[in-house]
C-alpha cells in the first residue's frame, strides 16, 4: 500500500457517489501508487484496481483529487485499463472488473448508497448512486470534459455483481452505449491537474 499526500479535507460534504475512472496508462494498481505518491502530480484516488489487486491510496474520510469539483462528495476508484477498450477488452480483464464490483458493494454498504448506475440528468437530480467519471462531466453541476470508464464499459455486468446476482461474463449490452459519446468525438481522458497527458514509466496516467 503507497498512500498519496494529494487529497484534502471534504469540508462537511456527504459522499454521494461512488465513481469509477480508468488510470489511461498504468497497468497495475502498484504502479499507480507509485505516480500518485508524487506530491507534484496534485492527483490522487482513493484505491486502484488492476486484475490482481485492489490498492488503497487515500483514506475514505478524506476527498481523493480526481474528480474536480465532485472532489468532497466521493468515493473514486481507477481501474488499470482504458476508456477506448471495447466490451471485450474489458471483459478479457475480468479480474478486474469483479474488483470493481466488490469494491462499489463494499463502498455503497459503507455509505448507505443505493447500488445504482446513474444517469447524468439523475445526479442533477440529487439521486446518489454509481457514476462513472463521463456521468460527472456530462452533468449540469459537475466539471470538466473526461469520458471514463468509456462507451464500451460493461455496467451492465458490474453493478448486477455489485447488487449479488450472477450475470453472464460478456452477456447483455454496456448501459454506457446510451451516452452521447461515440469512439469519433470522445475526448482523450486527461489528467484532472493539468491539460497534459502524464508519463510515468513510459506510460501516460489521465484519472
Not at 445526479?123 to 473526461?146: L, R
Not at 482523450?188 to 489521465?206: H, K, L
Amino acid at each position: 500500500m503507497v498512500w498519496s499526500p494529494n487529497h484534502s479535507s471534504r469540508g462537511g460534504a456527504t459522499v454521494k457517489y461512488v465513481v469509477i475512472h480508468t488510470a489511461e496508462g498504468a497497468r497495475t494498481a502498484a504502479a499507480l501508487g507509485n505516480y500518485f505518491s508524487n506530491p507534484s502530480v496534485q492527483a490522487s484516488s482513493h484505491v486502484g484496481i488492476d486484475n490482481g489487486t485492489t490498492e488503497q491510496y487515500v483514506a475514505y474520510d478524506r476527498a481523493a483529487w480526481t474528480l474536480l469539483n465532485g472532489n468532497p462528495s466521493s468515493d473514486n476508484a481507477e481501474l488499470c485499463g482504458f476508456a477506448a477498450w471495447s466490451r471485450d477488452e474489458w471483459f478479457r480483464n475480468q479480474g478486474m472488473l469483479d474488483r470493481a464490483a466488490q469494491w462499489i458493494a463494499d463502498r455503497c454498504r459503507a455509505r448507505g448508497i443505493p447500488i445504482r448506475k446513474l444517469t447524468p440528468a439523475q445526479i442533477d437530480a440529487g439521486w446518489s448512486g454509481v457514476i462513472g467519471h463521463i456521468d460527472w462531466s456530462q452533468s449540469a453541476i459537475g466539471q470538466g470534459d473526461h469520458w471514463d470508464p468509456g462507451y464500451n464499459f460493461p455496467w451492465d455486468y458490474v453493478i448486477q455483481k455489485a447488487q449479488g446476482l450472477n450475470p453472464t461474463p460478456g452477456g447483455g449490452t454496456s448501459e454506457a452505449r446510451t451516452l452521447n459519446v461515440t469512439a469519433a468525438t470522445a475526448p482523450t481522458p486527461i489528467s484532472v491537474s493539468s491539460s497534459a497527458r502524464m508519463v510515468v514509466n513510459d506510460t501516460s496516467i489521465g484519472t
